[in-house]
């Protein structure tokens, strides 16, 4: 029993640094775009709409809060990282392109939910 205890603390941890951190990096590189050029990513009608730099950078802000809130409260930060990986993975497939990204979304934010439901009180008292 209590080893069981140990994986599960063990997965979640791991799963918490994950899902904390990598919106963090993900969110601070849409300033400098070293990673990638965020803006090819955008859906063409956001593009109409609004400037894609500044779009962007703002996607970037809420992706670096939504990784502190995980770090800080992973039982609540990481529902709003799955429901931003959700959102974004529709975005792309409403546009048709980048689909394979878009899966690569919806699986990570199973990885968030998982997070999500493992940081639960209820669950570990069940372990």
């Known amino acids: 029993m209590q ?7 063990q997965v979640q ?19 400098t775009n070293l990673l990638t050029n965020w803006e090819q990513y955008l859906n063409p009608s956001i593009k109409k709409m ?8 703002t ?5 670096i809060i939504a990784g502190c809130i995980v ?8 529902w709003i990282v799955s429901a931003w990986l959700l959102l974004i993975a529709l ?4 546009s048709g392109s980048f689909l394979d990204i878009a899966v690569r979304d919806v699986v ?12 639960s009180a209820d669950n570990l008292k069940t372990v």
Do not use: C, Q, W
């Not at 770090?71 to 990481?78: D, R, T």
């Not at 990570?108 to 940081?119: E, Q, T």
């Open 3 to 9: 080893t069981n205890v140990k994986n599960v603390n």
């Open 13 to 31: 941890t791991l799963l918490k640094f994950t899902f904390g951190l990598v919106p963090i990096v993900a969110g601070a590189d849409k300033f």
């Open 50 to 57: 609004v400037n894609g730099h500044t779009f962007m950078m």
């Open 59 to 63: 996607v970037g802000v809420i992706e």
């Open 71 to 78: 770090l800080a409260k992973p039982g609540i930060g990481a």
């Open 91 to 94: 975005t792309l497939v409403a």
């Open 108 to 119: 990570m934010a199973i990885g968030a939910y998982s997070l999500a439901r493992l940081s």
